[in-house]
């Protein structure tokens, strides 16, 4: 190989290594805020599940007999 190449192949490796690590940056970010939105999400639906259980356990029923 010309030192042409070697040079080139080099480059390319530092700047693909720079780049995988901007992405693994960014990924981890992106987890950790889908992880926070399920969690927030997740919270919201078990308050809305305890007020509509709550409101069906307050309802009077109606007396039979």
Do not use: N, Y
Not at 5 to 18: D, L, N, V, Y
Not at 21 to 39: C, G, S, V, W, Y
Not at 48 to 65: S, V, Y
């Amino acid at each position: 190989m010309t030192s042409a190449i070697r040079t080139h192949i080099a480059e390319t490796r530092t700047r693909f290594a720079k780049d995988a690590a901007k992405l693994a940056h960014l990924k981890m970010q992106m987890t950790h805020h889908h992880r926070d939105e399920r969690a927030s999400l997740r919270h919201m639906q078990e308050q809305e599940w305890h007020r509509e259980t709550k409101e069906r356990q307050d309802l009077e029923l109606p007396a039979f007999g």
